[in-house]
């Protein structure tokens, strides 16, 4: 069993961030479509969370060589989430 995980929040830039991506999902076709989404929920600051959205894809998209990706990273379970490692 596998588990993609992703990282919603800004993660602090620095060598020795936990979130460590190894799959790389090109989404520059449908950027700005995830953009136009997340501006529907008026009950937040969406300039903000666009914003960031945007950023973390472009950064996402430098690391991967296209325009705007979003990053996950595989990890396997065994028996139980506690008993999980990452895969090399």
């Known amino acids: 069993r596998r588990i ?3 990282n919603s929040y800004y993660e602090r830039l620095s060598l ?3 979130f460590q991506p190894d799959i790389y999902i090109d989404i520059s076709a449908e950027a700005e479509l ?3 989404y997340i501006s529907n929920y ?3 600051d ?3 969370w666009i914003d960031m959205a945007r950023r973390l ?3 996402n998209g430098f690391r991967s060589g296209v325009r705007s990706a979003e ?3 595989t990890w396997r379970f065994y028996n139980s989430p506690h008993a999980s490692v ?3």
């Open 34 to 36: 995830k953009y136009r």
């Open 86 to 88: 990452r895969i090399p």
């Open 71 to 73: 990053a996950f990273e």
């Open 16 to 18: 020795r961030a936990s």
């Open 42 to 44: 008026s009950s937040q």
């Open 46 to 48: 969406t300039a903000f």
């Open 4 to 6: 993609l995980a992703c």
């Open 57 to 59: 894809d472009d950064m």
